[in-house]
């Protein structure tokens, strides 16, 4: 017997990664959460269960709601996924950071290197952060419709 804890996860970034991982998490069970910077989005995905900007043929799982305030997006959070593009995801964390909980695991979607400061995730949470947050890295070849499809990715 297979047993799943529904967890409440927050998803920073409604791209069109962001969205695909935000929506195989629901799927799964988990109350999911996306932190978006557009009223817009998070009005469509709430009212309708379709991100206006990312895979408007995709319908979207009833537990996964939007939000652009950060306080609800990251409020009792057991787990977030930063899922925002590795250039601006120093200002990002650092105009958030005080509405994240220090000991919640932060899983880093993003891929690549910073150009300008040629840090890693690994380096670049930390930095902006501080080093109380547990990390986890989500890496690997995969591609945001092909994971809203179901097929399944190579990642790690």
């Known amino acids: 017997f ?7 996860i927050t998803v920073l970034g409604a791209g069109s990664f962001g969205t695909a991982l935000g929506c195989i998490l629901a799927r799964n069970g988990h109350a999911v959460k996306i932190l978006t910077r557009t009223k ?3 009005e469509s995905i709430n009212s309708a269960h379709i991100n206006p900007r990312n895979f408007s043929d995709f319908t979207l799982p009833n537990n996964l709601t939007c939000t652009d ?28 950071k005080e509405h994240i909980n ?5 899983i880093s979607c993003s891929k690549g290197l910073h150009a ?26 995969s591609f945001a419709r092909e994971l809203l ?4 990715p190579a990642v790690v």
Not at 102 to 106: A, W
Not at 125 to 139: M, Y
């Open 69 to 96: 305030d950060p306080i609800l997006a990251l409020k009792n959070s057991s787990y977030i996924l930063h899922v925002i593009p590795v250039q601006h995801s120093s200002d990002y964390l650092s105009n958030i």
């Open 102 to 106: 220090k000991s919640t695991p932060i």
């Open 2 to 8: 297979y047993y799943c804890r529904m967890e409440q």
């Open 40 to 42: 817009e989005v998070a």
């Open 116 to 141: 300008e400061s040629l840090q890693y995730m690994s380096d670049l949470i930390p930095a902006v952060l501080g080093d109380s947050n547990p990390l986890a890295f989500f890496s690997g070849p």
């Open 149 to 152: 499809e179901g097929q399944p």
